[in-house]
T-cell receptor, first 112, second 116 residues
């Protein structure tokens, strides 16, 4: 079945440093989505990437979708303490039910 | 908009009993709802996909007779954990997809199940 690998599993940074998490799918994706889960909370949708090579920005967050639509990355510039949480990528292989396969997530902690 | 609620938020039950968890889309009609299980500090494991008015599609390794899913309306899906055992203790999260043109999933706040 489809597998989505995500690295690193943990990342601790000083406030102001940059952060990147990477996602790799074993199969070509229809689209990839990114979610953020704060400690004790539930996943919250951040963005969806559909097109090959797509790049989207949300303030300090930059999301990329690879040319082959099998890998993606999330980059945060100048992290803040509010960025703390687990970032999950989730791949949609394009089935009729739009089900997602989640990566294991990257837990980001930020030292103020 | 796009709010999903779950009830109860926490439940403790005795081994051998059944527990029902409700998932509701409050301000939109959910064509598809998903049920996930999340272990501490781990990813979300999809258990089943639920479409209104039809039988749920279960992922490999998930027992359909143990985890009963009903999607009676476009705003409500229920997950019943039957004959619960301590190993069923987990965080169960539902999500809902708003429509055929919408890819994103809106997650409920989750239900913490503890089986003693």
């Amino acid at each position: 079945g489809q597998q989505v690998m995500q690295i690193p599993q943990y990342q601790h940074v000083q406030e102001g440093e940059d952060f990147t998490t990477y996602c790799n799918s074993s199969t070509t994706l229809s689209n990839i989505q990114w979610y953020k889960q704060r400690p004790g909370g539930h996943p919250v949708f951040l963005i969806q990437l559909v097109k090959s090579g797509e790049v989207k920005k949300q303030k300090r967050l930059t999301f990329q979708f690879g040319e082959a639509k099998k890998n993606s990355s999330l980059h945060i510039t100048a992290t803040q303490t509010t960025d703390v949480g687990t970032y999950f990528c989730a791949g949609d292989s394009g089935g009729s039910n739009y089900k997602l396969t989640f990566g294991k997530g990257t837990l980001l902690t930020v030292n103020p | 908009g796009a709010v999903v609620s779950q009830h109860p938020s926490r439940v403790i039950c005795k081994s051998g009993t059944s527990v029902k968890i409700e998932c509701r889309s409050l301000d939109f009609q959910a064509t598809t709802m998903f049920w996930y299980r999340q272990f501490p500090k781990q990813s979300l494991m999809l258990m089943a996909t639920s479409n209104e008015g039809s039988k749920a599609t279960y992922e490999q390794g998930v027992e359909k007779d143990k985890f009963l899913i009903n999607h009676a309306s476009l705003t409500l899906s229920t997950l019943t954990v039957t004959s619960a055992h301590p190993e069923d203790s987990s965080f169960y999260i539902c999500s809902a997809r708003a429509g055929t043109d919408s890819y994103e999933q809106y997650f409920g706040p989750g239900t913490r199940l503890t089986v003693t």
